[in-house]
């Protein structure tokens, strides 16, 4: 298997994992397992109260990590690599190491809110790192770049740092409880002014919500009128198509009084939002190096 391919694997994986523990936390199953790497002192425990979305959480997780040791290791020792291949797979190594070091701590601090943010954070910069990965080991011919190419890369970049900081906000409110700290819409409670750190936390989510959406149709808008490859627009179109699926999804939350579906759902998505711009940004960095002969995928 290429090493792109065996790369956009680890993706698919890290993401249904990132997914899984989600749910896992959504179905207050999050400290079903209270001790690490055990789990109620046991390799296989009894499966009640919620005990098997958390054990598989932490099963899927060691397969995983497999994965990405070695996607890391035909990365590190492939020959003559694609520009960029190396440099990603380091960030991949520092991220993996951290993320592993933060499973376990997020345990021992009972799933705190912050501790559920930097577990979230990381593992989604985790799967972006190994979303470039794939992209410049797959990398082929390049078309000599426009002036405007790296001012692409670096609106896309924006965006995807806006998309990256609403979604960790949103995890922080999740984990909080602050999830129907405000009930209406546009201000909490019927009023603009709030009260409550709850409160507060909800509707500094929803400016950076709002913030997402500027910089998600600025991008888009940047993208179309440059000289940008169709990939970067289409990955930049499907990003802010997610925006506006996830006002939706945020609405329907508000409105149904946060089913464990919809919350799902909308963690789920804003997961694929950062992805993508993210997916965007590194093809628009891409199109902006030097033009470059076509790399052989091993």
Partial sequence: MSLARLSWCAVAVAF??????????????????????????RIVPAFDGGVIWE???????????????????????WRNPAPGVRAAAGVVWVLFMI???LGAETVKLSNTPISVV?????????????????????????QRPSGNAWAVAAVLAFAASVAFVTM???????????????????????????????????????????????????AFAFAWIQRVSARVRLWTAVALALVFVQIVLGLLNVALRLPIDLREAHAANA?????????????????????????QAV
Avoid: K
Avoid at 124 to 139: K, P, Q, R, V, Y
Avoid at 196 to 215: D, E, F, K, T
């Fill in 118 to 142: 930097w577990h979230w954070g990381t593992a989604m910069a985790l799967i972006a790192s190994l979303a470039a990965l794939a992209i410049f080991a797959g990398a082929g011919h390049s």
């Fill in 168 to 218: 960790c906000v949103g995890a922080y409110v999740s984990s909080s409880g602050a999830g129907l700290a405000c009930v209406t819409i546009p201000g909490c409670a019927g009023n603009v002014v709030v009260f409550g750190n709850g409160q507060y936390v909800q509707m500094l989510h929803r400016i950076a919500a709002a913030s997402s959406l500027l910089a998600a149709v600025g």
């Fill in 55 to 77: 054990w598989t959480h932490r099963f899927t997780a060691l397969a995983l990590a497999l994965l990405i040791l070695v996607t890391l290791v035909r990365a590190f020792y």
């Fill in 99 to 101: 993320q592993l070091f």
């Fill in 271 to 295: 997961a694929l939002i950062f992805l993508a711009f993210a997916c965007a940004t590194t093809l628009a960095a891409l199109d902006a190096s030097p033009a470059r002969e076509s790399v």
């Fill in 16 to 41: 249904g994992e990132v997914l899984l523990g989600s749910w896992t936390r959504i179905n207050g199953a999050g400290m079903t397992c209270p001790d690490y790497p055990l789990c109620r002192g």
